[in-house]
C-alpha cells in the first residue's frame, strides 16, 4: 500500500534535478542567437541547438531500452533509481566539459556533441525521476506532484536565461548580442560543477533506490480483478496513445515559443533586443499554470487547498514580474495577463484533481487560443500565443500520469518510452518553420492546433481505456481507493 502522505523531505531533493533540465532547456535560447552570430549560421542551422538538445532524449531513451533488453532486466530496477539519477548527472556534467575545447577552438560542431551529452545524462534522469515524483506519497496526488516538480523545473525556466545571459554577456541588457564563444565556456563549466555537487548531495540522500511497482499498481485501481499484468509496456494502449500524445505536447509548447519571436519581428515589428519579456512570460507561463496545479498535491484541508489554487499562480506571476523588473524591461504592458490566468485557474478547478479532465480542459483551451492569436492582430494576438505556455503547462504530468497508470512492472518501460517522444519538441518545431515559409508566420500556429486536437482526442480515449482495466480516475483524484 502507498504511504498516503508526501514524503516532502525526500521529494524537495528530487526536485533539485528538475529546476537544472528547466534550466538548461530555456538556456538554450539564449545560445542560439549567440551561435548563430558568432559561427555565421542560417537560422535552420542555428536551430540545430535545440534539435541536439531534445534528440539526445530519444538517442538516451533507445539505448535505455537496448541496455535493460540486454541485461534481461530493467536498468533502473538493476542499479536503483537514485543511483540512476547521479549516473545521469555525471553524464550531463562531462557534456559540459566539451564546452571547454569547443570554445578554445571556436567548434560548432563540439558545441552541439557538448549539448547531446547533457541532453543523455537528462534523459536518464527523467525516466527515474518522474516515476519517483508520482509514486513519492498517496497515488492519487500523484499527477500534481509531478505538476509541483515541473513548477520547480519552470522557476528554472524563467531565471536561466537572465543569469546565463548576465555571464556571457556581462549585463541584464539582452539588446548585448556581441558575445564571444569564449564567454560561454565558464557558465557551462560552473553548470557541470553544480550537477557533480547536486549528484553526491542525491547519492547521501534519503531519495528512496527501489520502488515495488506492482503494489503501485494495485493501489492505483479500484478492482484490482481486472488489472491486466502484460509482458511489454507497448501491450497498454494509454501507453502508445500517451507516446503520441507527449510527441505533439512537447511539440506544441516548444514550436510555439520558438516561432513566437518571428511572428513579433515581423507581425508587430519588434526588435531582438525587446524579446525578451514576450519569450520569458511564455516560460513563466508553464511556471504560474504549474505552481496551480501543484496545489493539489499539498496534504491539507480542502478550503486550504482553494486558497492555495487562488494564490500560487498570481504568485508566481509576480514572480515573473519581478525578475523581468530587475531587468529593466518593462511589464505594464502585461498586467492584463491577470484575466487569462483566471481562466486557466477556472479549467483546473472544474477538473477537480482528474488528469484526463484537465488534459481535455487545456487542450479546448489551447486550440481557443490560437485561434484567437491566428485571426487578431496585436497586442491580442500576442497574449492569446503566450497563453498557448499556461495551457501547456500542466500538460506533461497529465499524459504522463494517465499514460503508465496501471503498467506496474512496464512502468520504468513505459517511462523511457515517453521520454523518448521529447524529440517532438525539435521536429513538431521544424515543421511549423516549414509551414511558416509556404503561408506565413501568422498562420503556421495551425500546427498547434493540430496537437492540441490529438491531446483532446487523448484525454478522452485514456479515461475509458483505464475504466476497463478497473481503474477510475474521478474516484483515484478523491483519493477513495484506500
Known amino acids: 500500500m502507498a504511504q498516503q502522505q508526501t514524503r516532502w523531505a525526500q521529494f524537495g531533493v528530487l526536485i533539485t534535478v528538475f529546476f537544472f533540465w528547466g534550466f538548461v532547456a530555456a538556456s538554450n535560447d539564449i545560445l542560439i542567437p549567440v551561435f548563430k552570430k558568432a559561427f555565421h549560421l542560417s537560422q535552420s542551422q542555428s536551430q540545430l541547438v ?152 542525491i547519492k547521501f540522500s534519503s531519495v528512496p533506490n527501489q520502488i515495488d511497482l506492482d503494489a503501485l499498481a494495485s493501489d492505483e485501481a479500484q478492482d484490482a480483478g481486472k488489472l491486466v499484468h502484460k509482458p511489454s509496456a507497448f501491450a497498454y494502449p494509454q501507453l502508445v496513445l500517451g507516446m503520441l500524445a507527449i510527441f505533439v505536447y512537447v511539440g506544441v509548447e516548444v514550436s510555439t515559443v520558438s516561432n513566437l519571436p518571428a511572428y513579433l519581428h515581423e507581425g508587430l515589428g519588434i526588435e531582438t533586443q525587446h524579446l525578451a519579456p514576450y519569450v520569458s512570460l511564455y516560460w513563466a507561463s508553464l511556471m504560474i499554470g504549474r505552481w496551480t496545479g501543484a496545489a493539489g498535491a499539498f496534504d491539507v484541508g480542502r478550503s486550504t487547498k482553494s486558497m492555495l489554487l487562488l494564490l500560487l499562480p498570481f504568485l508566481a506571476f509576480g514572480v515573473y514580474l519581478a525578475v523581468n523588473a530587475i531587468a529593466q524591461h518593462d511589464v505594464s504592458q502585461f498586467y492584463g495577463y491577470a484575466g487569462v490566468i483566471v481562466v486557466m485557474i477556472a479549467a483546473t478547478w472544474l477538473s477537480r484533481g482528474n488528469p484526463a479532465r484537465m488534459l481535455l480542459y487545456f487542450a479546448v483551451c489551447g486550440i481557443v487560443a490560437l485561434l484567437i492569436g491566428m485571426f487578431s492582430s496585436g497586442m491580442t494576438s500576442t497574449i492569446a500565443f503566450i497563453s498557448v505556455g499556461l495551457f ?52 503556421s500556429f495551425w500546427v498547434g492546433v493540430v496537437c492540441f486536437a490529438y491531446l483532446a482526442f487523448y484525454a478522452l480515449r485514456a479515461s475509458s481505456l483505464l475504466r476497463k482495466q478497473g481503474i477510475d480516475l474521478d474516484q483515484l483524484a478523491a483519493g477513495t481507493s484506500h
Open 50 to 201: 535545440a534539435v541536439a538538445f531534445y534528440v539526445a532524449y530519444t538517442v538516451g531513451s533507445l539505448i535505455y531500452f537496448g541496455i535493460s533488453k540486454l541485461a534481461g532486466q530493467d536498468l533502473l530496477n538493476k542499479i536503483g533509481y537514485k543511483n540512476g539519477i547521479c549516473v545521469g548527472l555525471l553524464i550531463s556534467a562531462l557534456g559540459t566539459l566539451l564546452f571547454y575545447p569547443a570554445a578554445n577552438n571556436s567548434s560548432f560542431p563540439l558545441m552541439l556533441s557538448g549539448l547531446f551529452i547533457v541532453g543523455l545524462g537528462f534523459a536518464l534522469q527523467q525516466i527515474a525521476a518522474n516515476p519517483l515524483a508520482i509514486v513519492m506519497g498517496n497515488p492519487a496526488t500523484g499527477a500534481q506532484r509531478l505538476t509541483m516538480a515541473g513548477g520547480v523545473n519552470n522557476f528554472g525556466t524563467t531565471i536561466g536565461p537572465l543569469l546565463v545571459s548576465f555571464a556571457i554577456f556581462g549585463s541584464l541588457s539582452t539588446g548585448n548580442t556581441d558575445a564571444s564563444i569564449e564567454s560561454v565556456k565558464i557558465p557551462y563549466l560552473v553548470l557541470g560543477a553544480a550537477f557533480t555537487l547536486v549528484a553526491v548531495f
Open 392 to 443: 501547456c503547462s500542466t500538460m506533461w504530468p497529465c499524459i504522463f500520469a494517465l499514460a503508465i497508470t496501471g503498467l506496474g512492472r512496464n512502468t520504468n518501460q513505459g517511462s523511457s518510452l515517453l521520454i523518448m517522444m521529447i524529440m517532438g519538441g525539435g521536429l513538431v518545431s521544424w515543421a511549423q518553420g516549414a509551414l511558416a515559409d509556404v503561408v506565413g508566420v501568422h498562420m
